[in-house]
């Protein structure tokens, strides 16, 4: 009697593991979509090859710009790890010189007008433990200001596209074109 008892509570015992082994393996597989992705671009831009490669936050009905990215306060430009620009080839942005290399990139947006800073410090983290963006202006190798407009259409997660003219910063209900020749 107790064999079989313990026969039937080792047999349970063992099903219990293999069911439990089963679902967890089946989460492993379906991982959570992170809530602010890496994404990457690039285009040919006056004559050099560009890529920015940036985390990609989404609004989730938040307030954006004068909400949860304050005006006239440099911000990281994207989410987690720095967003990063690399070109070939020295570029003109607004008219000043960018040597090709690669950057981190920050903006400190305006109701009206941004500036976006390349900074020579590639390999951190966003934002300080305080909350406040990880760019130090020691290292800043440009700065330039540009005209933020009311864009086409809402744009869910921040996106950054690439063309002739140079690139443009979406999100939100705001276009931040950036002109590279």
Same mark, same amino acid.
């Given at each position: 009697?107790?064999?079989?008892?313990?026969?039937?509570?080792?047999?349970?015992?063992?099903?219990?593991?293999?069911?439990?082994?089963?679902?967890?393996?089946?989460?492993?597989?379906?991982?959570?979509?992170?809530?602010?992705? *890496?994404?990457?671009?690039?285009?040919?831009?006056?004559?050099?090859?560009?890529?920015?490669?940036?985390?990609?936050?989404?609004?989730?009905? *938040?307030?954006?710009?004068?909400?949860?990215?304050?005006?006239?306060?440099?911000? *990281?430009?994207?989410?987690?790890?720095?967003?990063?620009?690399?070109?070939?080839?020295?570029?003109?942005?607004?008219?000043?010189?960018?040597?090709?290399?690669?950057?981190?990139?920050?903006?400190?947006?305006?109701?009206?007008?941004?500036?976006?800073?390349?900074?020579?410090?590639?390999?951190?983290?966003?934002?300080?433990?305080?909350?406040?963006?990880?760019?130090?202006?020691?290292?800043?190798?440009?700065?330039?200001?540009?005209?933020?407009?009311?864009?086409?259409?809402?744009?869910?997660?921040?996106?950054?596209?690439?063309?002739?003219?140079?690139?443009?910063?979406?999100?939100?209900?705001?276009?931040?074109?950036?002109?590279?020749?």
């Amino acid at each position: 009697m107790k064999k079989l008892f313990f026969l039937k509570a080792f047999t349970m015992l063992a099903f219990a593991f293999l069911v439990t082994s089963v679902a967890s393996a089946q989460d492993m597989g379906g991982k959570k979509k992170p809530s602010s992705p *890496r994404d990457t671009v690039s285009g040919t831009v006056g004559g050099a090859s560009v890529t920015i490669a940036y985390g990609s936050p989404s609004a989730r009905g *938040r307030k954006i710009f004068g909400g949860l990215v304050p005006y006239d306060k440099a911000w *990281r430009l994207g989410a987690n790890q720095v967003t990063i620009i690399q070109t070939s080839a020295d570029i003109k942005v607004e008219g000043k010189t960018l040597p090709a290399g690669k950057y981190s990139v920050f903006a400190t947006p305006g109701e009206k007008q941004w500036i976006i800073t390349f900074n020579s410090v590639t390999n951190q983290w966003g934002i300080k433990d305080d909350g406040s963006a990880n760019d130090d202006p020691s290292k800043d190798v440009l700065s330039v200001t540009v005209k933020s407009m009311k864009s086409e259409a809402f744009t869910e997660a921040l996106t950054f596209k690439i063309d002739p003219k140079g690139f443009v910063i979406l999100w939100e209900n705001v276009a931040v074109p950036v002109k590279i020749k």
